[in-house]
Nanobody, 123 residues
């Protein structure tokens, strides 16, 4: 299983970025999908995910209303659309997937991880 994240970069506060994560060796239609981030000196935190249980989408308090997680079955790719970015969103962002049924914003729940992509938001 491989997850390949891309789309990071530097943007000014208030701008937007869309992260992509292409999967191989696994179908994203049948697993939980999630995005996490980790800023220097901080723990990895869940940003957004889609649950296997009933397809419910979860967002962290910091991302709710600004970020949107989605997936494209035909491309076997997940996305994170990030709008109204803030300097505190600066972090390395990781995509992940989980074949289980636990709470999908918990990083220890995840089975597979992509390499991170850096997002830097300048003020």
């Amino acid at each position: 299983v491989q997850l390949q994240a891309s789309g990071g970069g530097e943007v000014q506060a208030g701008g937007s970025l869309r992260l992509s994560c292409a999967a191989s060796g696994i179908s994203l239609d049948y697993v939980q999908i999630a995005w996490f981030r980790q800023a220097p000196g901080k723990e990895r935190e869940g940003v957004a995910c889609v649950s296997n249980t009933d397809g419910t989408t979860y967002y962290s308090d910091s991302s709710k209303g600004r970020f949107t997680i989605s997936r494209d079955s035909a491309k076997n790719t997940m996305y994170l659309q990030m709008n109204r970015l803030k300097p505190e969103d600066t972090a390395v962002y990781y995509c992940a997937s989980d074949e289980g049924w636990g709470y999908c914003l918990n990083y220890y729940q995840m089975d597979y991880w992509g390499k991170g992509t850096q997002v830097t938001v300048s003020s």
